[in-house]
Structures are given as structure tokens and as C-alpha cells.
């Protein structure tokens, strides 16, 4: 744990706790764990690439349905310091940039203050960043990316309680209903669902 400061690894030690007991009773949270153990098979599902640079190595602080603040969500927190830069795990069009929110912390009225980047892929499935810095986009609503592509900086806005990237994927179903999605993510140990209190390196 090497350059954090005291508060930060009592705080990340409180989240790899939190994570370690989830008490979610959505259905996908079991299906997520056996993908994750390789009880169920995923051969067909778009991979993913890590959302940072290659080469590079970072920790999931929130795992999937991590009762921290993932309690309902089947999302990832990355540990990024402010100012990390955010590549794009899919390649797709720009549907929403938010850069000008100013502040954060641990109280929900923060959280109109988040700042995030949606990305629309080809098949309908969206992605979002959360948390980025003030004006830390470097794309555009719009724009066309590429996967990989640097998208944006990683910050502390909204409802953070310590600087990281919060990701999540998600589609939506015929009555234009909300359904989040646990997606499988190239590293350099292989194509895997990520987990929680883990570190992950993006392949060079």
C-alpha cells in the first residue's frame, strides 16, 4: 500500500470488509459470483478493456453489489488518484459529458456534483464514468472513440468518499427498463470477471 496516506488505507481496508459481505438479494449478485468462480461458462459476451493505460496496474476498491455504496449496483471502483487517465473499455459514441462539477465527498448532497462520461456501444449496451475531475473530459458529446482511448481524467467529484473511477455497464430492455450488466475484461492473466481487493494489470 505503498503512497497512501494513513486515512486512505484504513478507508480502503474498511471497503475490502464491506465488500467481503454483501447482503444484496438481486439475483444477478449470484449469478456474478459464479462467473467470477467458473461454476458458469462465458464464452459470447463482449471483453472489455481495462480502463486505463496498458501496462498498468490498479486495485478494485468496490466490487460488484459491494454493500459499501454497490449494494444494488453491479459495479467496479477503481483506485485512481486524481488526475489518472480514463481509457475507454469499449469503443462507441458519446451520449453524456458532465465536467463542471466543483466538489465531493461522503454525503449523498454531493452527488449532483459528479462528473461522468457515458459511452453508447454498438449494440446498445452503455457504459459510465463517475467521479472524474473538473473539466476532466477529453471528449466531447458526439464523439466517435475507439477502445482504449484516453476519454477523461479520474477525480473525487460527487458522492466519493476517496478519489476513484466508479464503472458501470448497463443496457436497456424493450420497455426502455434499466438492466445493469457484469462484463468480462481482458488482463494480462487472461479474459476474467473481475473482483473486489484485487489488482489488475492491462495487458501491453
Same mark, same amino acid.
Given at each position: 500500500m505503498k503512497g497512501f496516506t494513513n486515512s486512505h488505507n484504513t478507508l480502503i481496508i474498511f471497503l475490502f470488509v464491506l465488500?467481503?459481505?454483501?447482503?444484496?438479494?438481486?439475483?444477478?449478485?449470484?449469478?456474478?459470483?459464479?462467473?467470477?468462480?467458473?461454476k458458469l461458462k462465458d464464452d459470447t459476451s463482449y471483453i472489455y478493456n481495462l480502463p486505463y493505460e496498458s501496462g498498468k496496474t490498479h486495485r478494485i476498491v468496490q466490487g460488484y453489489f459491494g454493500v459499501f455504496s454497490h449494494k444494488e449496483r453491479a459495479a467496479l471502483d477503481f483506485n485512481f488518484k486524481r488526475g489518472t487517465p480514463i481509457h475507454a473499455i469499449r469503443g462507441g459514441i458519446v451520449v453524456r459529458v458532465k465536467e463542471d462539477g466543483d466538489r465531493g465527498g461522503w454525503n449523498k448532497k454531493y452527488r449532483p456534483y459528479g462528473n461522468n462520461i457515458v459511452i453508447e456501444h454498438a449494440d446498445g449496451t452503455r457504459a459510465g464514468y463517475w467521479h472524474l475531475q473538473q473539466n476532466g473530459a477529453a471528449v466531447n458529446t458526439g464523439d466517435t472513440v475507439q477502445q482504449g482511448q484516453l476519454i477523461g481524467y479520474s477525480g473525487k467529484t460527487g458522492y466519493a468518499a476517496i478519489p476513484h473511477l466508479h464503472l458501470i455497464v448497463w443496457r436497456f430492455d424493450q420497455q426502455h427498463q434499466w438492466q445493469q450488466m457484469a462484463t468480462r475484461f481482458r !488482463?494480462?492473466?487472461?479474459?476474467?470477471?473481475?473482483?473486489?481487493?484485487?489488482?489488475? !494489470?492491462?495487458?501491453?
Open positions: 465488500t467481503s459481505c454483501s447482503v444484496s438479494n438481486n439475483p444477478l449478485r449470484l449469478t456474478i459470483k459464479d462467473l467470477q468462480k467458473g !488482463t494480462d492473466n487472461g479474459v476474467i470477471y473481475l473482483k473486489a481487493r484485487k489488482k489488475y !494489470t492491462s495487458p501491453r
